[in-house]
């Protein structure tokens, strides 16, 4: 999904005509910005909430067969510790999109006059295309983040019936 997410938005971003220059006051860049310092803050406030939380939902494992575990970990992933996982992921991800982008800003214009002309497009569209699959990541991690949150920390866990033989009964 961010792969799809990346391609549109770059080529949109490459290709429409009364799009103004990404790395250009007002452009892309520039506009998300501050959406990136909003977000770092409430990704760090969400992990900040997780992490000290003692909330039984939380500590429990989560739900799978065989337990989930990271690698080369004996103990199995907890709710707590995938949540905390996913957002410092997402704090670190927008306060590396925002110095990202800022320095993309800065460098973009002088960067012109040190590489040959024939070259311009292709470094913008590279840099855009990795920037925004970044940034089409951290949309789809929040989504993620935001329905475990909101959904699947509020339903029960569904029980596994065995049967003498070890199979699930059907």
């Known amino acids: 999904m961010p792969a799809v997410g990346a391609i549109g938005l770059t080529s949109a971003l490459l290709f429409w005509p009364s799009i103004p220059s990404p790395y250009a006051t007002g452009g892309f860049l520039s506009s998300l910005q501050n959406l990136f310092a909003i977000l770092g803050g409430f990704f760090v406030s969400a992990l900040t909430l997780v992490a000290t939380s003692s909330t039984p939902g939380l500590l429990q494992p989560l739900a799978g067969s065989p337990p989930i575990r990271l690698k080369g970990q004996t ?26 982008g800022f320095f993309a800003i800065m460098i973009a214009p002088g960067a ?30 929040t989504m993620v983040g935001l329905h475990y949150f909101t959904d699947r920390l509020q339903r029960p866990d569904p029980e596994i019936i065995r049967n003498d033989r070890g199979n699930t009964a059907g």
């Open 112 to 141: 012109k006059t040190f590489t040959p002309a024939w070259s311009h497009s292709w470094i913008s569209g590279g840099f855009l295309l990795g920037y925004t699959f970044w940034l089409s990541h951290v949309f789809v991690a």
């Open 75 to 100: 103990v199995p992933l907890t709710r707590q510790r995938f949540l905390s996982l996913l957002f410092g992921y997402l704090a670190f991800s927008a306060f590396a999109l925002y110095a990202v």
